[in-house]
């Protein structure tokens, strides 16, 4: 059997959109194959049809060289296809076990029989190296280990074709290497997996063979040991993407934010989730925020945005003090923020661009006058930055916000927040999701923004983006500061060793 | 561009048409099941409605229009801000009393300017109502259907309970008429003589109006929208959230409020009985709000609608009993209001259609 699964020339056509246009996958036995291509490529699509979600208007699918119609999951599940899907698919409120076996129940005189059930699964974890509590309840365990049920969830069904959609975007550094291990315990195991993602690095890592789709056309399948990260990030984009970012020495100047003892308070009472942080971001240089997520980023980034009041400590902006400032004043006294949750904070979904691209600035006197919108010059202005920042939209600045790519929902955010003359910017997690056209994009946008002599704080999860593009890092862990590295002279272990914990500096408290 | 504008608004207006197509064979049937013979006279009155005996019913339905033109506003209003004002018949009643109250007891105001005094009246005290809710929504994050359906509750027992103590008629159990609060007749008195319509019509078209503007053309009504539909990006943007879900379910308890005045101070007679009864023209404003899917100028012609089938049943009443006809008014309002889930099987529908022919 040369391959296990052919999807050849499949298309799938929406209303005013081609989807998937001629496009073939063919995966062999015991391969871990990888599909990529950037957001809205068609990667999802074509998984979706795979299983059975969508019927394609044309294209054959093979599985172990039989040709099959899928018409619903169960279908793909029968012909032993299983799928971890991007966010996932689990009751909170069960535990590992009964999540595991929910839908295929062993029952006898409508009693649950959970006992031969629990064994297999203990046996399956034990096989593949899949560390699980069986009778921990979901909502109480780490994002890891609900990954890792999903996939138990696939082997207890005997399924041997895996899907895993974008596996590693919710993942820590240690976790992704685990689920790594994993995957490639799952191939020698006799599994065949379909891996997409965006991440060249996790591609050179795991895959054997890289199918790339672009704007949903089959663009070609290499060998991963046979071609470099610029040859797939070429083909993914369409155009040569520099991976390492060109950058001067930053010339920092004078002081923009100083934060001083800054304490505020956790979501437990009895434990501050910032603790006593101090540090001063200067004009042009970009101090990058390092930690695990969870260690006290979000909540530092709240308080100096007015979102959370601190418990202690001062904010001082431009030498002014901003503690007790309102989110408005802090927000047209030079202060710009690309926040966390683009969809929670930095959007209103229902809104089309214009408004959206308004929504700090609604209230100037350019865009109203007595209360009433100028709608011409909204427009317009809306329409100018649309084309300055590239920001891919239908219907211009009538385009629904919920309408569009995440890629481009952050460049809109990133245009807004960077043309209302910031002194101070915040940028949380600003790549996030993102594919490495767009990351490529934000990153360039961030050192420009810091040559032109704006204060810049980056907070970051990623290393690669940590030590590409700050000047300089304090690392946060379990609420405090405890380094400060240069990026030039500092490596990946090092920093992973103050993200967890095990490597402190004395002092480093007042940076 | 702007044929994708149109092809949605033209599925909206089609599938709310549909709505009540289905929604009037239904009303047809319940006629047929309960008395055939009748069925199809009495359902040509229903269609008919207030274009029964022009020009008077032309009156009449315009006269129903009125107050629940407004509720209608005021539900519709809190539902563009984001926020489910279940309460505008609580809001409605405390309005009413205030405009009552005046009208009673502030005789020193002249005729021409009593009326309008009422009318603001009742503005201040439905807003000042519902701001409870707001203020509870937005400080203590407690639900504002919670808050203002049991405030319904409230309103009606103080209404009940202020009436008797400051504006009774005891012979007949009811509020006080006002003295010399009432609102003119103005023109329609030529146009629709010997009924109840008022200049009130006017007020609640140009109140539809302006609440239109707010919404659509100012800052602040961007601001309201921005916190209806997005809480977290509003106040990240800046927006003082809490004092904008205040206002709105203020602005939102005065439409209501408005609504009731514009009841009580017409000069047909109308009183507030004391009775346990909560005002149906609060919850109408529900219906009248979702069939205009929230739209102030489509609430200007969704309250016509079920004005016009509330003055359809009184005509049909030689023919039917009032429980029948009220019965057959809820059953087409009720899938008038579907016109949404309407939508959406349509779009299911034509989305398959248009993937096969793809």
């Known amino acids: ?174 976790e992704i290497e685990e689920l790594m291990k994993i995957m490639k315990l799952l191939i020698s ?25 672009r704007q949903g056309k089959y663009i070609g399948t290499v060998n991963v040991s046979e071609t470099s990260k610029e040859q797939m990030s070429e083909m993914m984009v369409g155009r040569p993407i520099s991976l390492t970012l060109d950058k001067e020495e930053a010339k920092p100047t004078t002081p923009v934010l100083e934060v001083a003892n800054l304490t505020v308070a956790g979501h437990h009472q009895h434990k501050d989730a910032v603790n006593n942080v101090s540090f001063t971001v200067r004009a042009g240089e970009i101090l990058c925020v390092a930690g695990i997520e969870g260690n006290g980023q979000s909540e530092l980034v709240f308080a100096i945005t007015g979102l959370v009041k601190q418990k202690g ?173 240069n990026p030039k002279q500092t490596t990946q272990q090092e920093l992973g060793l103050y993200m967890s914990g095990s490597k402190k500096d004395k002092e480093a408290s007042h940076v | 561009m702007f044929k994708n504008v149109n092809q949605e608004a033209l599925k909206t207006i089609f599938a709310s048409v ?76 405390v309005g009413g009393f205030a405009a009552i109250f005046i009208g009673v007891r502030w005789t020193f105001l002249p005729p021409s300017i009593a009326w309008i005094v009422g009318l603001l009246g009742a503005m201040v005290a439905g807003a000042l109502w519902a701001g409870i809710s707001g203020a509870l929504k937005a400080y203590r994050n407690v639900n504002e259907v919670i808050t203002s359906i049991m405030l319904n509750y409230v309103a009606v027992f103080l209404v009940n309970f202020l009436v008797v103590a400051t504006v009774f008629n005891q012979t007949r159990n009811e509020s006080l008429s006002p003295t010399n609060a009432f609102i003119p007749r103005g023109f329609f008195n030529d146009l629709f003589p010997r009924t109840g319509v008022h200049m009130g019509y006017v007020v609640a078209i140009v109140v539809a ?56 101070l017409s000069a047909t007679g109308v009183h507030i009985e004391v009775v346990d009864v909560i005002p149906l023209q609060g919850f109408n404003g529900i ?13 200007i012609f969704s309250s016509l609608l079920l004005a016009h089938l509330n003055t359809g049943g009184f005509y049909m009443q030689t023919l039917f009993p009032t429980e029948i006809i009220n019965i057959m008014v809820s059953v087409i309002i009720y899938f008038s209001a579907f016109a949404m889930i309407t939508k959406s099987i349509l779009e299911k529908y034509l989305k398959q259609k248009g993937g096969k022919n793809a």
Do not use: C
């Open chain 1, 1 to 174: 059997m040369e391959y296990v699964i052919e999807m050849l020339n499949i298309t799938k056509i929406f209303p005013g959109v081609v989807a998937n246009d001629h496009v073939t996958l063919q995966v062999k036995p015991k391969e871990i194959h990888a599909l990529l291509g950037e957001n809205g490529a068609g990667k999802s699509t074509l998984m979706s049809v795979l299983f059975g979600l969508y019927q394609p208007e044309e294209g054959i699918i093979k599985i172990r060289e039989k040709e099959v119609k899928i018409s619903n999951p169960n279908d793909a599940n029968n012909l032993g296809i299983g799928m971890v899907h991007q966010h996932f698919k689990l009751v909170h409120t069960f535990t590992v076990l009964q999540n595991i076996v929910l839908g295929i129940e062993d029952t006898q005189y409508g009693v649950l029989q959970m006992k031969e059930a629990r064994q297999r699964v203990i046996d399956l974890s034990n096989q593949y190296g899949l560390r699980i509590d069986p009778d921990a309840l979901i909502e109480d365990i780490s994002v890891g280990m609900q990954q890792r049920v999903e996939i138990l969830k696939m082997l207890y069904r005997n399924n041997d074709i895996l899907i895993f959609d974008e596996p590693t975007a919710v993942l820590t550094p240690q």
């Open chain 1, 189 to 213: 195991e006799g599994k065949s997996i379909i891996f997409i993602t965006h991440k060249l690095n996790e591609i050179k890592a795991v895959a054997d063979r890289v199918s790339v789709l």
């Open chain 1, 313 to 485: 400590g001062t904010i001082k902006l431009n030498g002014k003090d901003i503690s007790n400032s309102s989110i408005r004043e802090r927000n047209v006294s030079g202060l710009s923020h690309i926040p966390e949750d683009r969809h929670k904070h930095g959007l209103v979904l229902e809104f089309d661009l214009a408004e959206n691209l308004a929504l700090q600035t609604y209230f100037s006197k350019d865009l109203q006058s007595n209360g009433f919108i100028k709608f011409d010059a909204r427009t317009k202005r809306a329409n100018q930055l649309i084309d300055q920042y590239d920001i891919r939209a239908g219907r211009r600045a009538k385009t629904n916000a919920r309408s569009m790519s995440g890629g481009n929902q952050q460049k809109a955010i990133v245009a807004r927040e960077f043309e209302r003359n910031p002194s101070f910017i915040v940028a949380v997690q600003p790549t996030r999701g993102l594919d490495v056209g767009a990351i490529e994009y934000i990153h360039k946008q961030l050192v420009k923004a810091r040559d032109a002599g704006i204060a810049v704080l980056l907070i970051s999860l990623e290393l690669n983006e940590v030590l590409e593009v700050s000047d300089r890092i304090i690392v946060m862990y379990e609420g405090e500061v405890v380094g400060e590295l």
């Open chain 2, 18 to 93: 549909v709505s009540i197509l289905i929604g009037l064979i239904m009303g047809l049937l319940i006629l047929l099941v309960t008395d055939p013979s009748n069925a199809f006279l009495g359902f040509q009155r229903a269609l008919l409605g207030g274009f029964n005996r022009l020009p008077r019913s032309f009156g009449e339905m315009l006269y129903q229009a009125t107050p629940i033109l407004l509720t209608g506003l005021s539900v519709g209003f809190a539902f563009k801000t984001g926020l489910f004002n279940i309460g505008a018949s609580g809001q409605f009643i």
């Open chain 2, 209 to 264: 109006i302006i609440i239109w503007i707010i919404l659509e053309k100012t800052t602040f009504g961007f601001e309201l929208r921005a916190v209806g539909f997005n809480r977290h990006a509003a106040r990240y943007a800046g927006v003082n959230e809490k004092r904008n879900i205040v206002l709105s379910m203020m602005i939102a308890g005065a439409l209501a409020g408005l609504g009731g005045a514009l009841l009580y």
């Open chain 2, 287 to 299: 219906p009248v709000a979702l069939l205009a899917s929230s739209n102030p100028i489509g609430i």
